[in-house]
């Protein structure tokens, strides 16, 4: 694993993500609608790649001479009804299919957990286009990496815990920082491979 291209770079967990990769050592391409959301003191160390999720061409470009792929795109926060993130995926398998990438990780809501009558009203119809992303992995025949993330809190980072398809999540909260490191590091760790992971912070005592 050499170079890597991060969807969502300059979101709250893909720019933690974009840091983490580059403390790797890997090569990473930033892939952002909005370059100027890319803080300057890491614009110079990632390939750029201005683009839209939501156009195939554009996403498999992007895809091109690369190892592997993190998926942290989002809504900039709207709990509006929205079909652009589980669409986005698709563009994403299928571009990783064209160019024979196998490794995907992707920061999915840990919603996924609860039966949809459970989850709270307002986080409805975004909890549905998770599911749909998630089906989207499920069926890619890729090396996915589908981590079901609780709340993503700004603190320090500190330590996890990690659980391979449980039942429900292990906890209630993740740092950014942790929650994009793990993103990087699951994509070369085969124990994740095709699997569902509960993710949390260790609880402060």
């Known amino acids: 694993m050499k170079k890597i291209v991060i969807f ?16 790797k050592g ?17 614009k110079d160390k990632v390939d750029v790649f201005q683009g ?7 996403v498999m470009n992007a895809i091109e001479g690369t190892d592997g792929v993190v998926i942290a795109i989002g809504t900039r926060g709207s709990l509006d009804p929205t079909s652009d993130m589980s669409e986005g995926t698709k563009n994403i398998v299928e571009g990783m299919r064209a160019k ?13 957990f609860y039966e949809m009558d ?14 749909r992303m998630f ?8 090396n996915w990496i589908a981590v079901f993330s609780p709340h993503i809190s700004d603190d320090p980072s500190r330590d996890i815990i990690v659980e391979v398809n449980p039942e429900k999540s292990p906890g209630r909260c993740i740092s950014k920082y942790d929650l994009g490191k793990f993103l990087v590091d699951s994509l070369t760790q085969e124990e994740y491979y095709k699997a569902v992971i509960g993710l949390c912070n260790v609880p402060q005592q």
Request: proline residues 7%.
């Open 8 to 23: 969502g770079a300059t979101g709250m967990t893909g720019l933690c993500a974009v840091e983490a990769a580059l403390k």
């Open 26 to 42: 890997l090569e990473v391409r930033a892939f952002v609608r909005d370059p100027s959301r890319l803080p300057d003191d890491i």
């Open 52 to 58: 839209d999720f939501l156009e195939p061409d554009s």
């Open 100 to 112: 024979n990438v196998k490794n995907v990780s992707a920061c999915i809501s840990a919603f996924l």
């Open 118 to 131: 459970k989850v709270p009203p307002r986080f409805v119809e975004v909890t549905k286009d998770h599911k």
């Open 135 to 142: 089906i989207e992995l499920k069926e890619s025949g890729l």
